[in-house]
């Protein structure tokens, strides 16, 4: 029996693709994109192109140019230097030169490589069983994310890791934890309350008061705020790992193995940890000084941060030769919700797993370590062949 | 702004389409269908055509016919007076012509139309928010859906209502109750669970011991089953309703306005009334004499009835004249789940509404009123002019 | 930090308690339970007391005793030779003596012993945080759940458990089939589905036509047709193993490892496969046949079955020597829906477990291996021990 | 059949309650509460009382008192003037005298009465169905929400609404839009989406991209771009409505009718507008400015928003008399989740009402209108009534 084309936004296409044709008529004729200063600092021209995740190509001086740091919801800018860049509205200058258009087609000078991406997915107007894109009665392939986990490591790649507070509540802290001081973990992205918790739990060895069999503690609902305040005291989350305040779990890996961690702040924030980002801007500044260097991105257990991260991560990654991948980007959640939701905000390429993430880390872990032993039992043998040469 | 091609599963594509050009070479130039005979009652020849519920049009004597019942999961059955069948297998007698064959595309006689229905729906490659098929954040056309059920009984059409027992648990009963005293209902078809929550509120004023205001009584559990009892001991619901056991809601306005009702069993059962088949198979029969007739399906807050529902339904009704339209068939859940597994099961037409089972019923009731309202401020100018010509 | 007092309805709480105190005013003053005979075959008499799943005490001749076969929305039933039994309506035969009372108090000669289970469990009135009885916020406390599991196989202890197909649809299926292989599973309850897509899975490599990697594959929407056929044709599962057409699987390890399986059928079953008992209430006695020497239930992402069985179990077992305990109740489900839904029909003792089936089951099997290798390390020692004394 | 006392946190006991007995002996004989200075600005003694949502009396010079502005997970603060307050940490200042304490009891001086509010909810001991707290399958008493939010209206009370874009997404923005005009929105609190797709709905009548049908547009995804940018030229939203920019929906009736409203920035914004409140410490201050003065809350749609209003909101209002009522506080969602995450983070008063917010918005106003209408038919007869006198 053969087996369907592989959909594009499936992790299996997580291989190259080529650049568009730009030799047929349709974009060989093609006018030069058309660039309008903007009218003051934060405000666009009104025509302004709106920018999409997705490989876009605008004519510049004859030749069919990618933007840097490309994202979507954002605007093409012309910088004085030549150089074109995807720009957030807030960060438009006045003056700055904007490029202007509706169309995507290359018909304004601005090509979007979709095709690549969103082409031929379900149009093969086939009766089938099973083809919605996200479910919980699909099969998770454990196997092959943690071989893409590895070999990202290994090409020293940059991951990025998006969570959610359920990941400390229950007892994935571990695995997490596991993952950072093992060099899965190119940058945390996160909130507040993946730290405070993760702090209460090295601290009073409880999540918002519950012990880690989930029974409700006397007194528990105020030990995330001792611990906030421990924090508080001693300035930063590196300083209380310094001092001996916090000794385990995801933050005590991220300060003592260096990997990099934003805390974005929101509403629901207590506290907040003095290392909180509290400026939304601010904060997705921060973030996109990762997303900028991503090349895979696993977003667990939360809605917000994971369409924040969506919403500034290409769908591509662009290697040093220029050649370019889709973005392995998977979405853990409970829900079908969350990840149709990050998918209905643009973010096209994610790849939904829908399970309960305490049980999608220790299942990751486990799959990485038993994929990390079967490469340990094949070396030898590769070595032994080398040395036979 | 142009709005994009509608999507063919939507409740805007009830619409008439076209059957396929046999005259293109492909079809022009396959081969008879083959028909093998069942080698024992309620056996297929291995090699049997399995049924998908789309349009099927079958080469028999050099003319394309398309078979009587269709549904999916089933075989086509050659009778000995040369009509063509659609037969669960079954029901398939030893000896009965079956059709064979793997491939939908006439080359092997057989050919499902399934672009009409499956398109070219997604693969236009174009970068968009809210693609998502079935999602809480769209809006839910009630307008639409009242001007479609008024459309199918003014033309004596057969709309299926298939619910679960949250339309009774809730206020939906009044409005349920409204809908098939006014003509709305072709048929009812339910499991023990709706008869008996609906004849607990007639008799008790409370659905499984709840109050209509959400509140436990005490000794509240018990009451189905003694509503349940009183049935029984009437020998029926007819029975019940003529002794005046039972004197409103949804079973009683069956009964007195003559609209058939299937209730079939489940292992779940309390009871049960007498009115239920308990037998599965002849469960299904029974549904699918409806299903035969139906025009339009309301599928309301039941995975199990909507999906048996749907597995037993042609995505498309076949009017007099010969001319095909798509089945409307909206499937209204609290989840996206459900609508998706409905859409994982081949029932790809259904239309879904993710709402409160209670609320979907209070507000569509209240559009079928306003719109009859205006329907009727309408007719006498109407009138007028008709008498003026 | 204190643990406050634990939950009846957790699972820590799987211990043994006590009888009612019958020298209590109250309970030594109650008059004698009142039997009424029945009015005819399968209906009660009016004011029949309804039973629950709790401990039940009837006051017959002097003495409280306890119905056998106990569960919820039943009858009790005064037998000729004096036995008490707690039996569905529709077995009740004309002329039975079936108590009557609408109080569990005890002041009509019924008791209910509703405190040892429901007893304090939230009216503490203190403060807290994650205070919800069911979230998939809540750690999974696998080991817990491994060492009940190995201690009712030890002990020889009885397991139902009802499975829906989201067990097979995934990898879940090699688990269960360790589990079954393993001596875990003293009976299986589920549908035809259940049957059907293992046995799919077995023939084809799919599940309703989609690969191990949830890929949909062509003409795979035939697949469970065509293993539905193979088995018809076999006349059943168990000839179907024995003729080599399943070779592996769930239906597999309980034919080779003689495991009782009773699979019901519904309304919206293909086929079915021969071995599924169509009729509802004839399934629902075959069910409880299995119900009655229940000593644990894992109830596995199914609404229909897990309520079902829900309804025939009672919360506690019976051991030999009269004394009580709850019985051990998992409910996994990836929404708080079906586990609470499920207590809302009365199965208060169900421990909700929310998440993936698939990934339950594998790390359920990854914590019952590892305890496993753990007792057999200790075991030698405690040999040695024992030898030495 | 009685009706069982109502739950203390269900819509019907909003009712006044008593302060607690302060003769009893154990509260006669507690201690005076010890205060202890904090050590740094923003910094709390280490044994610092948490605070909770329910009433709390503290014992300063020989009376126990209530401290002003309460809310939970915060410090109780003695001003210099004697004066106490609820401060959240990171306002409090070195120096400031900080309740500290463990326990609740009075045994500190301190007084939580949380029995009033959590009482013996659950503790009854019987055996019922449908006891769950959260559950769509409960029926929705909109005709007790209406009576509420009129009787608020009417005494002048401060209702709040909380509100997720699902809101804007489908068609209740006209309903939002009436009960904005009409007087039953004391102030809106929500993020920069809402009030986006409010606006890119009033200028291009899409959200998102998408119509009020449902269907994705062309160019759809960046629309809610263009509206930003309009906005954020024009410098405000009351300047784009003075300007005619936007001229009708949510915020327009805000800025026309004078409702205060409080837009919360996120790392999920768009833009944003100029408007936002993008510092969530600031952000924090602003939305309590409102929930102190709030009589009742509305909280619709969104997790984000409504989590961190119930933190900050007091569970009880305080009556000009010192009298002390249940502040009635509702909560629509789609699923039970974000319900019980609510209460899970200690908002206990919290109604839960799982629908369609779309639908929620529709009905209720229906009902308030319906209210409306019978009030005014009955007034003139009570108008003759009195002038008959």
């Known amino acids: 029996m053969l087996v369907t084309p592989r959909r594009p936004h499936d992790l299996y296409s997580v291989t190259a693709f080529s650049h568009p044709d730009f030799t047929r008529p349709q974009l060989a004729a093609a006018p030069e994109a058309r660039f309008v200063p903007a009218p003051a600092d934060g405000v666009l021209p009104e025509a302004f192109f709106s920018t999409t995740n997705l490989p876009t190509y605008v004519k510049v001086g004859d030749t069919w140019r990618m933007p840097r740091e490309p994202r979507m919801d954002s605007a093409l800018v012309l910088a004085k230097d030549g150089e074109l860049w995807v720009r957030e509205g807030r960060h438009v200058k006045k003056g700055d030169r904007v490029a202007v258009g509706a169309h995507e087609d290359g018909s304004e000078g601005i090509y979007v490589h979709a095709s690549a991406f969103l082409g031929d997915a379900h149009g093969d107007g086939e009766f089938k069983f099973m083809s919605s894109e996200v479910s919980r009665e699909k099969p998770i392939d454990y196997s092959l994310m943690a071989r893409l986990l590895i070999e990202e490591r290994d090409r020293g790649g940059y991951p990025l890791w998006v969570c959610g507070p359920a990941l400390v509540h ?88 260096n990997v990099p961690f934003v805390l974005t702040g929101s509403i629901r924030d207590d506290g907040p940890l003095p290392d909180v980002v509290t400026d939304a801007l601010e904060g997705q500044d921060r973030m996109r000084r990762h997303a900028i260097k991503a090349t895979m991105a696993i977003l667990i257990a939360t809605a917000l941060h994971a369409i924040a991260t969506g919403n500034m991560l290409p769908a591509f990654v662009t290697e040093s030769d220029g050649s370019l991948r889709e973005l392995a980007t998977i979405c853990v959640d409970s829900s079908e919700f969350v990840v149709s939701k990050l998918k209905d905000r643009g973010t096209h390429q994610a790849f939904g797993v829908v399970t309960n993430a305490q049980d999608f880390m220790h299942i990751l872990r486990l799959y990485v370590e038993r994929e990390l032993d079967q490469r340990k039992l094949a070396m030898p043998a590769a070595r032994d062949l080398a040395s036979a040469r």
């Open 170 to 257: 229950s007892r994935a802290r571990n695995d997490m934890t596991w993952f950072i001081r093992n060099g899965f973990v190119g940058a945390l992205l996160a909130g507040n309350a993946v730290a405070v918790h993760d702090i209460e739990a090295s601290i009073f060895g409880t999540t918002l008061g519950m012990t880690g069999q989930g029974e409700a503690t006397q007194g528990g609902h105020g030990l995330h705020m001792r611990a906030i305040n421990k924090v508080r005291a001693a300035g930063s989350i590196a300083n209380a790992v310094r001092d001996g305040i916090i000794t385990d779990g995801i933050m005590h890996a991220c300060v003592t193995a």
